[in-house]
């Protein structure tokens, strides 16, 4: 999609210029224990909250590192000390990370180094060619400390490469499921005839896999669903349409467009339908990190995180998402890159609350 700040330009002739789910998920517990001998910091190879019934992710996206060091120490130095301040137990990268293993080796490393896991969802900077993706996803899911797995039987069937399933544990019984987090491939471009918008959507098998393994997760759970998150890059229909309806709430940053497909891919329509996702959270449009609040379920975007050779206009940073134990509510909030907190909310009662200790803060 062509945004009048020129996003595709802005970022063909900077970042490419300067040099260039199976639950297949769930797979990702037997995938990582051989890595995990591999690395010098131990890191947890399944997720579970923790002693206080807390779980906490930090979210970056749109890196766009490219090989230029300088255009990229600031962001890294960001990274860094947001995960530092922030100490979170998932570190979630949602796309567009620049080309390169040595990329994504540092950005892998900017979590396992501290003993915390992380996972990627593909952004549509990464290789739209769909072997040169799943070379990426392989080479992520060799790292010590990326929960990412190589696809398996099912997933093999599904377009894209992160298309994924990870659960988070019970604090007191390592078996037991609390969470589900979600992770799905939304692609790069489509190639219709005829629209200006040119970003993909998440496709109908990617869809039903999702509805299956939801129904399967809440059958498992005595009928009740598990409370669960889902990331991707790029932005449902839904956030555009959200934002421009006056019936629903929101907060946070919206200075362009969203570059969302032309398409409703049917996905959101599938969450309220399943009843477990309360959050989705994506990245791609670099001055969005509003968060919407549409039918019970928040559409929320993450904090730009990249460097210099990436358009952008809002001060760097990242999302930070809080889960309760054995709740449906959670807490979220950005955090800039001078380490000050904007609009934590806690959802769904900052959008369907009065009373003041909900309100955002600062």
């Known amino acids: 999609m062509e945004k009048t700040i020129g996003r595709r ?7 490419l210029a300067i ?5 297949g998920g769930l797979d990702a517990v037997a995938d990582t224990k051989a890595r995990k001998a591999r690395t010098a910091v131990s890191v947890p190879d399944t997720l579970k909250f923790n002693k206080e019934g807390k779980f906490k992710i930090v979210q970056f996206t749109d890196i766009h590192a490219c090989d230029d060091h300088e255009q990229n120490k600031h962001s890294y130095d ?6 530092e301040l922030e100490k ?5 990268y949602t796309g567009d990370f620049g080309g390169g293993d040595n990329i994504y080796d540092r950005l892998v490393g900017f979590a396992s180094s501290r003993g915390i896991p992380c ?8 290789p739209e060619d769909e072997k040169e993706r799943e070379a990426v996803l392989n080479h992520f899911a060799s790292l010590p400390g990326c929960l990412n797995v190589r696809k398996d039987a099912e997933t093999s069937k599904l377009p894209g490469a992160t298309n994924q399933i990870i659960p988070i544990y019970s604090s007191t019984d390592a078996g037991k499921k609390s969470a589900i987090l979600y992770l799905f491939d939304s692609h790069c471009d489509h190639h219709l005839p005829g629209y200006d ?5 998440i496709k109908p098998e990617q869809v039903e896999w999702y509805v299956r393994h939801s129904r399967a997760l809440t059958v498992e759970n005595g009928g009740v669903p598990y409370p669960a998150l889902a990331f991707f890059h790029i932005p449902l229909l839904e956030y555009g349409e959200a934002w421009n309806d006056s019936r629903y709430k929101n907060m946070g940053w919206r200075i362009e467009n ?12 599938a969450f309220l339908d399943c009843g477990d996702v309360k959050g989705v959270f994506c990245g791609h449009d670099h001055d969005n990190d509003y968060v919407v609040f549409k039918n019970g379920i928040a559409l929320g975007y993450g904090r730009f995180s990249g460097g210099l050779n990436a358009y952008h206009t809002l001060c760097r940073g990242c999302r930070v998402i809080e889960l309760t134990e054995g709740s449906t509510v959670f807490d979220t909030w ?3 890159e001078t380490s000050r907190m904007l609009y934590h909310i806690t959802v769904p009662y900052s959008f369907t609350s009065d009373d003041p200790k909900y309100r955002p803060r600062p």
């Open 19 to 23: 040099g260039a789910i199976s639950l």
């Open 334 to 336: 950005t955090r800039m």
């Open 9 to 15: 330009k802005f970022l063909r002739n900077s970042a």
């Open 258 to 269: 969203e570059g969302c497909a032309p398409v409703n891919s049917g996905l959101f329509a």
């Open 119 to 126: 996972a990627v969802a593909f952004g549509n900077h990464e």
């Open 78 to 83: 960001i990274m860094n000390n947001l995960i």
């Open 197 to 201: 918008r040119k970003n993909d959507w």
């Open 88 to 92: 979170p137990d998932l570190v979630m």
